[in-house]
Nanobody, 125 residues
């Protein structure tokens, strides 16, 4: 089973950008769909973005981030990136990456079998 570690979170101002990374160890990284989810205090975990095993343009985004966030992956490095531009205060949350064997269920957290520990993103207005 693949193990995941997120990095790149931090405190930024509204309008700024951040790039999160999700690094994998163990397992066969290139066989997993990778998703990013976020959870703010008192709110449910929310799908942010997902990318299929090979990348190849097979990506999906949550409605609230489409056009501002970009997901990509480098299978040779075992890493998935989430480029976040034009950040808003409502983007503040703990961001998690997760691995799944089921691309068709990319938006559903229950489909993911491995999760990272999360990285905090704080956006000041």
């Amino acid at each position: 089973q693949v193990q995941l570690t997120e990095s790149g979170g931090g405190l930024v101002q509204a309008g700024d950008s951040l790039r999160l990374s999700c690094s994998a160890s163990g397992g066969t990284f290139g066989t997993y769909t990778i998703g990013w989810f976020r959870q703010a205090p008192g709110k449910e975990r929310q799908f942010v973005a997902g990318i299929a095993e090979s990348g190849d343009g097979n990506v999906r985004y949550g409605r609230s981030v489409e056009g501002r966030f970009t997901i990509s992956r480098d299978n040779l490095k075992g890493t998935v990136y989430l480029q976040m531009n034009s950040l808003k205060p409502e983007d503040a949350a703990i961001y998690y990456c997760a691995a799944s064997k089921t691309w068709r269920l990319v938006r559903f957290s229950s489909a993911y079998e491995s999760w990272g520990q999360g990285t905090q993103v704080t956006v000041s207005s």
